[in-house]
């Protein structure tokens, strides 16, 4: 997999100026004179902006949302002050418009390859946007060139529509073209594995409609495992969408000590009960790998391992359970100390096994859902690099039994640290069962969503108002339109 080769200047100005009186040209030959004639260079910046932001969010936000992780100081979030996030709904923006202006480029340049994989970006931004607010401006989005800076906001299912399209198109563009690209962070140029990308980001949509189109959900899904050759999809850990950073500064994993994220404040955060408990009750050896144990323990010669309640506000939080030198933290040495041992993962090989596990369960494709819930089950294993017990899949709380419930529990575990994924498939699926409002929550009832931001309401009063008017109202309480 290669590894990140990020920019630290994006030359896209013009410097392209010269001295009439001598007539010298001021050209520097090692500077991009017209982005145009340089994709590569939006394209990197886009990736970077884009996934930099979702690891960083699924870090402080995502791993909260999904009771991966909780707090035991500045507790607010984990009490659901969730706010509107502008500042994630600003990047993905910026990167959906990088996107379609380099699809415009590519469509003027003759170069399908940056038509596909751009495609493929727009698609995967979006839905981490529709997903997290619900509405949001899809179909009039980069259009201030034109004089609309007011997009309207479509529904969701217009949305799903629309992604889902941009995803078969992606598909069959990149199946037809051949031609190289650079500057590609993800997957080096790779146009198979482009298209391994798209096809599987189009199960995880589609699987995503379960609940309020199943006939559209099972027709997508069957589309793709019935014709392999035409739709390829993730087949091993090898073809992951999934980056590796680079060992220094400016370009290590944001969340770590190399990129300067003070040691206090990774900290803060701890492994949840909810977390725990669900790996302590398969006995799972991954608690092992995600979690240091607490230090008292360690101190004591007997190490255990022990997770924060989600949602106790601040005072109390710091003292559960006896305080810090009680309660585990996320393995220091791997997710912090090391600048790029943790990837920043948009979606892994697993995930396509568990998406297909349900879609045979609920009898959409004709083939043994067992198997391809086991087959999950050891990607994922495989993936953390951890060896798998002889008799994990025939635990009493592992082995198959053709329910939901078996297959969205093991779904959670492979989908920790992907963005809000594991939080999305929690109000998709209602499991694990044991995520719920901390006892000091704001709310009693599990928020769906972020707010919009407050630029909108002054910006795009008029789109936004006949928006909040479909959803019912603009707050984080309001389910979006797939959920369960």
Avoid at 35 to 51: D, V
Avoid at 188 to 209: I, M, P, T, Y
Avoid at 408 to 419: E, G, R, V
Avoid at 457 to 474: H, K
Wanted: glycine share 6%; hydrophobic share 40%; with cysteine.
């Amino acid at each position: 997999m290669k590894k990140i080769a990020f920019l630290t200047l994006l030359a896209i100005g013009l410097m392209c100026t010269s001295c009439e009186e001598f007539d010298v040209s001021n050209d520097n030959p090692d500077v991009a004179l017209n982005i145009n004639k340089n994709p590569e260079l939006l394209l990197t910046n886009l990736q970077r902006n884009a996934i930099r932001t979702s690891v960083s969010a699924a870090w402080s936000e995502g791993n909260l949302m999904g009771q991966y992780g909780a707090r035991i100081v500045f507790t607010s979030f984990d009490l659901f002050d969730w706010g509107d996030q502008s500042g994630t709904w600003n990047t993905y923006f910026l990167a959906i418009r990088d996107a379609k202006e380099l699809e415009k480029i590519a469509i003027a340049e003759e170069n399908t390859s940056y038509q596909g994989v751009s495609k493929v970006m727009q698609a995967w931004l979006f839905s981490l946007l529709t997903d997290i607010w619900g509405d949001i401006p899809f179909s009039e989005v980069n259009q201030a060139a034109e004089g609309n800076g007011t997009p309207v906001y479509d529904t969701q299912e217009e949305i799903y529509n629309g992604m889902l399209q941009l995803l078969e198109e992606a598909n069959i563009t990149l199946s037809e073209s051949s031609l190289a690209i650079r500057g590609d962070l993800l997957f080096d140029g790779d146009l198979q594995k482009w298209r391994k990308f798209a096809n599987s980001l189009r199960l995880r949509l589609a699987l995503r409609l379960s609940e309020v189109n199943a006939s559209k959900a099972a027709s997508e899904i069957a589309a793709i495992y019935n014709n392999p050759s035409q739709y390829p999809v993730m087949e091993s850990n090898d073809d992951n969408a999934a980056l590796t950073f680079l060992n220094a500064n400016p370009d290590a994993h944001p969340v770590t000590e190399e990129s300067v994220y003070r040691v206090g404040s990774y900290n803060e955060y701890r492994i949840s009960e909810n977390f725990v408990g669900l790996l302590k009750r398969l006995d799972d050896p991954r608690l092992e790998f995600f979690a240091d144990p607490t230090a008292n323990s360690v101190e004591k010669g007997t190490p255990v391992y022990e997770g924060m309640q989600n949602g106790i506000v601040d005072g109390p939080a710091y003292e559960y359970k006896g305080g810090d030198a009680f309660l585990s933290k996320f393995r220091l040495d791997y997710f912090y100390l090391q600048p790029n041992a943790n990837q920043a993962r948009l979606m892994l090989h697993g995930e396509v096994k568990f998406i297909l596990a349900e879609a045979a369960q609920r009898g959409w494709i004709a083939t043994d859902a067992a198997t391809l819930y086991q087959e999950g089950i050891t990607s994922n294993f495989n993936y953390w690099g951890i060896d798998m017990p002889v008799d994990y899949l025939t635990r009493a709380e592992v082995a198959f039994d053709n329910t939901l419930e078996i297959i969205a529990n093991q779904k959670y575990i492979s989908l920790f640290y992907t963005d809000f994924q594991g939080f999305i498939e929690f109000k998709r699926t209602g499991f694990p069962n044991t995520i719920a409002p901390g006892p000091d929550a704001f709310y009693a009832t599990y928020p769906s969503r972020f707010e919009y931001p407050s630029k909108e309401q002054a910006l795009n009063a008029e789109n936004y108002n006949q928006a909040v008017s479909r959803i019912g109202e603009d707050e984080i309480t309001t389910k979006v339109w797939w959920e369960n």
